[in-house]
């Protein structure tokens, strides 16, 4: 049955929340074989999306760059803008960690703007704070300030605490920074 190919997406999910990253990247291969068997255009998009993103929690950046490109490529045929956001957003960290700045940053901006549109917060200061680390690595504070500012004020639209925090720390280093 089609609806079965959630199962190894779902099982992929809850190892990721256990912190068991080689088996969620297991079940999400799995999810992506489902998909592709079954010819599920959305389950395919998810188990990119999510196979980019355990990539990049494993610290394989090429892996995650092939990953996430493929999803946002998966995503823009769906026209489902929730999953192309966050793969470009993914893509972003994928080169921000291998050292490409300048790619890293349009990303960033550029799933932001996606974010913002969709009207998802929470991923639009997640890409601004993105955004904020490329600046401040290029020596750019006053622009990292700025969108260290622009992620505390979603974060404190949205009360989440975590974000408020981690919005005030990345404000106090670019200050010490500075």
């Known amino acids: ?22 088996e969620a990247r297991r079940y999400f291969l799995d999810s992506l074989s489902f998909a592709r068997t079954h010819r599920d255009p959305w389950l395919k998009t998810t188990a990119l999306s999510n196979l980019g ?11 995650a760059v092939d990953w996430s490109q493929s999803a946002y490529r998966s995503a823009l045929e769906l026209d489902a803008e929730d999953q192309a956001q966050a793969s470009l957003g993914n893509l972003g960290w994928a080169y921000f960690k291998l050292g490409d ?20 917060i929470r991923f639009e200061l997640k890409w601004l704070t993105g955004a904020g680390y490329v600046y ?3 020596g750019d504070l006053a622009r990292a300030v700025k969108a260290y500012q622009q992620s505390l004020d979603l974060a404190k639209k949205i009360n ?3 974000d408020i925090v981690n919005a005030l720390e990345d404000l106090a280093h670019t200050s010490i920074d500075a």
């Open 1 to 22: 049955y089609a609806a079965c190919g959630v199962l190894p997406r779902a099982r992929g999910i809850l190892a990721v929340l256990r912190g068991h990253l080689g």
């Open 53 to 63: 993103w355990v990539s990049l929690q494993n610290e394989h950046y090429d892996e």
């Open 101 to 120: 700045k300048e790619q890293a940053l349009e990303l960033f901006l550029d799933a932001e703007r996606r974010a913002e549109k969709i009207g998802d």
């Open 136 to 138: 401040r690595d290029a």
């Open 160 to 162: 989440s605490k975590d």
